[in-house]
């Protein structure tokens, strides 16, 4: 089994920064593509970033939703099997709870299963 542990949410004013952090573990082989995604009440679940393996094509190439490129930075610690979200100039409508993702496998044999954190919550206000 494998635990998502996110931290680092919290309140703060429109214009300001926060880092999110998730870690990784359990029995854990691998790990492929790492991301964060955000639902507010009433909403669907939505894609922030993602960032794959440094192992895989493409290496360690981040992805972003249009509306956080430019202000939002994921990146990834693989030995420490976490990743971070750089939330700088925010927005009252980043308001949402940051939810963790990862594709895992537990062993080279058996197939990736994608796990979520619990979620922690971000509110932008003033």
């Known amino acids: 089994q494998v635990q998502l542990v996110e931290s680092g949410g919290g309140l703060v004013q429109p214009g300001g920064s926060l880092r999110l952090s998730c870690a990784a573990s359990?029995?854990?082989?691998?790990?492929?593509?790492m991301g964060w995604y955000r639902q507010v009440p009433g909403k669907e679940r939505e894609l922030v970033a993602t960032?794959?393996?440094?192992?895989?094509?493409?290496?360690?190439?981040?992805g972003y939703a249009d509306s956080m490129k430019g202000r939002f930075i994921i990146f990834r610690d693989n030995a420490k099997n976490t990743v971070y979200l750089q939330m700088n100039r925010l927005k009252p409508e980043d308001t949402a709870v940051y939810y963790c993702?990862?594709?895992?496998?537990?062993?080279?044999?058996?197939?990736?299963?994608?796990?979520w954190g619990q979620g922690t919550q971000v509110t932008v206000s003033s």
């Open positions: 993702n990862a594709g895992v496998k537990a062993s080279w044999s058996t197939p990736e299963s994608r796990y």
């Open positions: 960032i794959r393996s440094s192992t895989m094509t493409g290496t360690g190439l981040p």
């Open positions: 359990g029995t854990i082989f691998t790990i492929s593509t």
